[in-house]
């Protein structure tokens, strides 16, 4: 008879086919699988849409046509049981946990990791605990403060204000900056480096009014030499421009490995597409006329050919009726119920269920940025790398930040033009004697022609306080028929107002939309983390 032994170093063997936490990083090598993995926390998707650029649709430049949370969210009917809020608090706060599990462990790694790599991956760690509180903290205003891994007896945590968010997030980035790669090239791209910590830091101080430290990171960026805005605008946002050195940081995308259904969303239904995500009318008239003038005050405005004489960013950035789109003609006119295909030789006439089908496009247009027809064919797996930084929102966050200073020099004036004077969009440059004030605006409307459908304009009009004044109404697409008989009137934000147009009543009516002053400025607190953690304190008016 063969007897069993209660051996107990047999009984606490470590399984030998995956990492346990009493025996990983114990070496560099688990090191890196461990900070690879809080990088692996970017590849969050909504519907299909990286993280980064879902939140624009719940702002006024655009619409989700997907019946989900992210629709009420953009809707203004948002409550704590809404899944879209509540999933960000909750990839962030697992974000976080990764990164404090090996933050934990400093002491102990530093014995085990070449000295270079430890304080390189240590820093990387610390970088991304710092960009997924600064998502919290934008988000929901103050949250809990979690720098170590706590037990569940722990796990009863108050709020902290969104200042000490704030001081924490720029003191990790000013801490991992000394030890983060100089640049990136082929051999190390997409890892964070000092150019990273520096636009996280320029974009946190500019949104929380710090203008100082906004100036000075953006400027200690600009002074690095290793970053230049993209000549080719559109170039940008497709296979071709995924290394260029406008690109501070992107999220990488690889078959195989991880893909996103981004174009799926983007693409118009001849090109398998869901129309799902769209930019709005309002968008497309914030766009001036290409002497620098709003559409209601430029002469260049001709109302029967509204997309003649734009902002090349315009047709960059959006598609507009009767242009070429993923080898199509796109055309949403109701009477267009035949369009071209350019896939074949020569080209074909074919359905146009762009213009037919109850599911195309609700505003008329679709996002040009981020579709590359290489795509075409699985549109649902496209790996185009995701831009969290570039160089032009550094520009700008500068200029801004100079102007909240009133330190209105050349500086300024070289920042903003460099962006609108790049050699594929060469609008008007602006020009020197502007007031504090005209240069607020100035600004606000380039950030907005400059950054549309990248998920920036959520938080610009949250911090400008403009929410209120841009979200409630009527949310609006072109006039099915035909065009606006006249420019709606553009005020100083370069947001459209339609009561006059004569034939505003004919556009289309996507939704109507409410907005809360007192509460939607902030997300409330998911219901789930109230019930289980008593000391917080939800949100007001949720």
Not at 182 to 189: E, L, V, Y
Not at 364 to 392: C, H, M, Q
Not at 485 to 509: C, L
Request: aromatic letters at 12%.
């Amino acid at each position: 008879m063969i007897g069993i032994s209660c051996n107990k170093e047999y009984l606490e063997r470590f399984p030998l086919d995956s990492p346990f936490n009493e025996n990983f990083l114990a070496n560099e090598t688990e090191l890196e699988i461990a900070v690879t993995g809080v990088y692996n926390s970017l590849w969050y998707s909504f519907s299909g849409t990286p993280f980064s650029l879902t939140l624009d649709y719940a702002s006024d430049i655009a619409w989700e046509r997907n019946t989900n949370d992210l629709q009420v969210l953009g809707l203004g009917l948002i409550n704590p049981n809404n899944s879209f809020t509540s999933g960000f608090w909750s990839h962030f706060y697992m974000g976080i946990a990764r990164c404090n599990n090996i933050l934990d462990q400093e002491e102990r790694l530093k014995e085990v990791v070449p000295e270079e790599s430890y304080n390189r991956l240590i820093s990387e760690a610390r970088f991304f605990r710092a960009y997924y509180y600064f998502y919290l903290n934008e988000l929901f205003g103050g949250v809990p403060l979690i720098k170590h891994m706590v037990s569940l007896s722990d796990s009863q945590t108050r709020r902290a204000t969104k200042d000490e968010i704030t001081d924490f997030i720029i003191s990790e980035l000013d801490a991992a900056k000394p030890f983060l790669l100089k640049d990136t090239n082929s051999s190390n791209r997409g890892r964070v480096n000092v150019g990273t910590a520096l636009a996280l830091k320029s974009r946190v101080a500019l949104f929380n009014e710090r203008w100082e430290e906004a100036v000075n990171a953006a400027q200690e960026l600009m002074e690095l030499g290793n970053y230049q805005l993209h000549d080719k605008f559109d170039e940008l946002f497709s296979y071709a421009g995924q290394n260029s050195k406008e690109i501070i940081f992107s999220v990488q995308y690889l078959e195989g490995l991880q893909v996103h259904g981004l174009a799926n969303q983007f693409y118009s239904r001849l090109a398998k597409g869901f129309s799902g995500k769209i930019p709005v009318q309002s968008m497309v008239d914030s766009y001036e006329c290409i002497d620098g003038l709003p559409i209601d005050k430029s002469p260049l405005f001709n109302p029967e050919k509204p997309f003649e004489n734009r902002d090349p960013r315009l047709n960059y950035s959006i598609v507009l009726p009767q242009t070429r789109f993923i080898n199509y003609m796109f055309e949403t006119h109701p009477d267009s119920l035949m369009t071209w295909n350019y896939n074949t030789v020569p080209a074909t006439r074919v359905s146009n269920i762009d213009a037919t089908n109850a599911y195309a496009t609700f505003s008329g247009y679709l996002w040009r940025k981020y579709t590359d027809v290489a795509d075409r064919e699985e549109p649902g797996r496209s790996n185009i790398n995701i831009i969290l930084f570039r160089y032009a929102e550094v520009l700008l966050n500068y200029a801004e930040a100079k102007v909240e200073l009133n330190e209105i020099d050349q500086s300024v004036y070289n920042a903003i033009n460099a962006v609108r004077q790049r050699s594929s969009v060469e609008m008007p440059p602006i020009t020197g004697g502007k007031s504090q004030e005209d240069l607020r605006y100035i600004i606000r409307k380039e950030r907005k022609y400059e950054f549309a459908a990248e998920g920036l304009r959520f938080f610009d009009i949250r911090r400008w306080k403009i929410a209120h004044e841009v979200m409630p109404g009527k949310l609006l697409g072109r006039v099915r028929n035909d065009f606006l008989e006249t420019a709606p009137t553009i005020d100083k934000n370069g947001t459209p107002h339609y009561e006059a147009v004569p034939n505003g009543n004919k556009m289309r009516v996507i939704e109507t939309r409410v907005y809360n002053k007192d509460r939607d400025y902030l997300w409330p607190i998911p219901r789930l983390e109230m019930e289980v953690n008593h000391e917080l304190i939800q949100n007001p008016n949720y």
